[in-house]
């Protein structure tokens, strides 16, 4: 079974900052890109940033310069550190991993976190 475990959602003023974690098992972590997703209330999820198997970057153009992407291979780990927070930054933030695991060793596949709530009060 493939396992995406996220931390460090919670309730911050404008301008403060938290920082998410999310980790896996079961998937071939150094093989797979990770990324951070949000859902706002009322919205379609959208991509926040991503970071690929090699280690590069993107980041939708309404966090670039406020939110950084990182992964640590040894600890299977994702983080995402967001600074400078907005109410409109506010929304479940979910963990994504798209490559192998070691169930399908040679599949692409996508898979999903649970979710954790990031709430920015004014």
């Known amino acids: 079974q493939v396992h995406l475990v996220e931390s460090g959602g919670g309730l911050v003023q404008a301008g403060g900052s938290l920082r998410l974690s999310c980790t896996a098992s079961?998937?071939?972590?150094?093989?797979?890109?990770m990324g951070w997703y949000r859902q706002g209330p009322g919205k379609q999820r959208e991509l926040v940033a991503v970071?690929?198997?090699?280690?590069?970057?993107n980041y939708a153009d309404s966090v670039k310069g406020r939110f950084t992407i990182s992964r640590d291979n040894a600890k299977l780990t994702v983080t995402l550190q967001m600074n400078s927070l907005k109410p409109e930054d506010t929304a479940v933030y979910y963990c994504?991993?798209?490559?192998?695991?070691?169930?399908?060793?040679?599949?692409?596949?996508?898979?999903w976190g649970q979710g954790t709530q990031v709430t920015v009060s004014s």
């Open positions: 994504n991993t798209k490559g192998p695991s070691y169930y399908e060793p040679t599949a692409h596949r996508e898979h």
């Open positions: 079961g998937i071939i972590f150094n093989k797979n890109d």
């Open positions: 970071i690929t198997d090699g280690g590069s970057t």
